[in-house]
């Protein structure tokens, strides 16, 4: 069982920049994957942004360029940094985490970009 603990969510005006984290219960080297995905109303959940061991970070093309998905050193925890916000991108994120082929997930936190 893994617990997933988010932070970081809250009201940025465009152009403006938050920076998401989770924190895993378990050892990061244990962890398949680890990553973000987001929710808008009346929309599916969608992939953001993801960690896999031993490959590249993965960006949903409407992100790319724009946020930034790493490990945060020394911590079970992945960062991401979210820059040039867009209202588009307001949504409640979840962070996700597999682990011996099983699916966990963090309680959500919201984003709102508005002016």
């Known amino acids: 069982q893994v617990q997933l603990v988010e932070s970081g969510g809250g009201l940025v005006q465009p152009g403006g920049s938050l920076r998401l984290s989770c924190e895993a219960s378990e050892q990061y080297f244990m962890i398949y994957e680890m990553g973000w995905y987001r929710q808008a109303p009346g929309k599916q959940r969608e992939l953001v942004a993801e960690l896999v061991r031993g490959g590249s970070p993965k960006y949903a093309d409407s992100v790319k360029g724009r946020f930034f998905i790493s490990r945060d050193s020394g911590k079970n925890a992945v960062l991401m940094q979210m820059n040039s916000l867009k209202p588009d991108d307001t949504a409640v994120y979840y962070c996700?985490?597999?682990?011996?082929?099983?699916?966990?997930w963090g309680q959500g936190t919201q984003v709102t970009v508005s002016s």
């Open positions: 996700h985490a597999i682990l011996n082929a099983a699916d966990y």
